[in-house]
Each structure stands twice: as structure tokens, then as C-alpha cells.
């Protein structure tokens, strides 16, 4: 019995740890990205993280709790009914009340996990009151940002070659045109391909959706501070998968405002002079 107290306390510590880790990791300096030697989630950025890591520590706890209880149960048939103890095997050939037991508590626990997690599918498939919308568009291999609410402001992002990159940026992860968003606003996104299927995955802002020829599909994110949040598209999409990484940035509203107006002059001045008549 003292063997399992132990096996028991130690697989409690290890459950600490693994619960308190993804929260231990917080951004540096604003950048939310990988880390080396990360073993838990990213720290949540927004809403839609925050309520995908509650669902995963609730899950957690459960298999922890379920794995203890089996490992219990095969230490004690191991000391209890081996066959020192039990030279004789016993003959009985079912019993009632375990099998009742061992089917209808599987259902009530998936039941348990089912509830929030189908509340956690319908909050992250759209909001109904969004503040703006984003257009997400996948080519192989790079992404195409619109924002239809801010005169269509519409440009590019490709990811950044090795020998191109100034201090600072992360390597696979930099881009030269980075998706910007104000802080602390809902922000519909509405996911598209031109070619094949990609997959815009942002970890910290709990953001994960195909894009699909021929079909607009719906996610919202919130960023809840200032700060880059890096991703990547994890659908392979062809020989340049490893090169589609995502980058957005979430600036104060009066910042966020500036850089409309410098996007609109940029486009403008992009734009051929009319004649005339």
C-alpha cells in the first residue's frame, strides 16, 4: 500500500505540473510564439485560448483521475488475487453490477467532456456583434489580408528569406506584411483558397480554421494586449508548406487608426491618375 501512496502522490505532482505549465510560459516582450523546449500550450491571448485551455485542464484532470484509478485497480488485483494468495482461481463469470458500472460510467464522463466542449465549438464559431471584418485568403504559399471594413484595404504576406532577416525577427515566422488588429476588439475572420486547402492556425489566440476553395468559412479572435502573434499554416499545401507562417499584430485603437490612414495613402498613391475629360 505504501508503494501506491507513492505512485499516487508522484502522479499528482506530475498532474501539478503539467496544469500550471502552459500558464507559466507567458509571452516575452510581446512576441507570442514557440519556445524552445515548450511542453505545454502557448499562454492565452484572448477569450477564445483562455476557454480552450479551461476545456484542456478539465480533461486533463479527468484522465489523470482515470488513469490512477486503473493503475490502482491493477495494483491491487496484482497483490490481491495472484496466485500465491489464490492457488484456487475463482469460477465466477460476470457479475451484474461491475458490468453495469463499467458501461454506464464511460457515458456520464463523456457526457461530462461533451457539454463544454460542444459550448466551446459554437463560442469560437462566430460572434455575433463582430467590431470588423478580416478576409483571409490562402495561395501557395503565402496570404492575402482584406479588410472590407476600412475602405478594402487588401495586401500580401509572405514570409521572410533567411538571408533577409534583420535582428529580432524570428526565422520561419517573420513576415514582410504583417495582419493588423486593434486591441481588445472582436475581429470576424472569414478564411478562403485559391488553390489548394491551408489551415490559418494561430496557437495563443486559440485560432484554427481551413481555407477552403470556394468556400468562406467563419472564426473571431480577440487580442487581449498589444503584442505579435505568430502562427503558421498547418495543412500541408504543397512544396512550400514550411514556408506560410502568420503574423499578427495588435495595436492601441489610435494606432491601429494611424495605420488604416497610412494604408489608404499607400494604396492611393499606388493608383493610376485618370485623365481628365
Known sequence: MRILKRLAALAAGCAATILTLPYALAAEGGVWAPKPWEMGMQDAAGPVKARTMELHSLVLIIITVIT??????????????????????????????????????????LVIIAIPSFRLVYYQD???????????????????????????????????????????????????????IPVGKKVRILTNSTDVIHSFFIPSLGVQRYAIPGRAIETWLEASEPGVFYGQCNQICGENHSRMPIAIRALPQNEFDNWVTQQKKAAAAKLPKVALQ
Open 126 to 180: 462566430r460572434t455575433p456583434d463582430p467590431d470588423m471584418t478580416v478576409k483571409v485568403t490562402g495561395h501557395q504559399w503565402y496570404w492575402e489580408y482584406s479588410y472590407p471594413d476600412q475602405g478594402n484595404i487588401d495586401f500580401d504576406s509572405h514570409y521572410i528569406m533567411d538571408e533577409d532577416l534583420k535582428p529580432g525577427q524570428l526565422r520561419l515566422l517573420a513576415v514582410d506584411n504583417e495582419m493588423v
Open 68 to 109: 490512477l484509478f486503473v493503475g490502482g485497480l491493477l495494483m491491487w488485483v496484482m497483490y490481491r488475487y495472484n496466485s500465491k494468495r489464490n492457488p484456487s482461481s475463482s469460477q465466477n463469470s460476470h457479475n451484474t453490477v461491475l458490468e453495469i458500472a463499467w458501461t454506464v460510467l464511460p457515458v456520464l464522463i
